[in-house]
């Protein structure tokens, strides 16, 4: 176990809603990332927090937001669904000290299915 | 797009064999980190090994890295059934303080009793 949970654990939506997917930070963590996960492939960086700030994002459309609250939770956003965001969306919490990252652990992850 | 990329895609092996997963990358690294996954749920940190070492154990795992071929592999030695699951390589690139991981597809281990 690594402290970091998700919620929902499986979802599944229509195309063309808005989802939002929850992460609780291990404690004591200050920065979250996001990835995606779609079936046979490796996870896909969507962004990253870190002190209630996007950190850096990787090549997913503005349809994907996020945000990080004071406790270092955070939320993943994606509107106007389409049939490929059905995927397994995995959170990722650690402690950035002094601009290095410490590794990062994974919480169970949510799967989204987009019918 | 993907960084590391693991080899073989799948391997199968009797109970005690030891398991050897290879992955290799393009780009200057920080660290080069190994993950495990049961059955499509989480990521589950086994090693991270840094640029500047060339070696680590934990447990009946051994991680090798050699940054002037930009490959690394993961040693699992005598396996058990429990151990059935994807093993994934994820590095950090050099100059990076964001910590992105690059992943690659993994590898699908079968362990058979």
């Known amino acids: 176990e690594t402290g970091v949970t998700q919620s929902p654990t499986h979802l599944i939506k229509t195309r063309g809603q808005q989802v939002t997917l929850r992460c609780s930070s291990q404690?004591?963590?200050?920065?979250v990332s996001w990835y995606q996960q779609a079936l046979g492939q490796g996870p896909q960086f969507i962004f990253q927090?870190?002190?209630?700030?996007?950190?850096g994002r990787g090549n997913f459309p503005p349809r994907f937001s996020g945000l990080q609250f004071p406790n270092y939770s955070s939320e993943l956003n994606v509107n106007a669904l389409e049939l490929d965001d059905s995927a397994l969306y995995l959170c990722a919490s650690s402690f950035r000290t002094g601009g290095i990252l410490d590794e990062q652990y994974f919480g169970p992850g949510t799967r989204l299915t987009v019918t | 797009s993907q960084q590391g990329e693991e080899d073989p895609q799948a391997l199968s092996i009797q109970e005690g064999e030891n398991a050897t997963m290879n992955c290799s990358y393009k780009?200057?690294?920080?660290?080069l980190q190994w993950y495990r996954q049961n059955s499509g749920r989480g990521l589950v940190h086994l090693i991270l090994?840094?640029?500047?070492?060339r070696e680590k154990h934990s447990g009946r795992l051994r991680v090798t890295l050699d940054t002037s071929k930009k490959s690394s592999s993961l040693l699992i030695t005598a396996s058990r059934a429990a151990d059935t699951a994807s093993y994934f390589c994820a590095t950090n690139d050099r100059g990076s303080t964001l910590g992105r991981l690059y992943f690659g597809r993994g590898t699908q281990l079968t362990v058979w009793p």
């Open positions: 927090y870190y002190r209630e700030e996007e950190n």
């Open positions: 404690s004591g963590h200050n920065t």
């Open positions: 090994i840094r640029s500047n070492e």
């Open positions: 780009t200057s690294i920080n660290n």
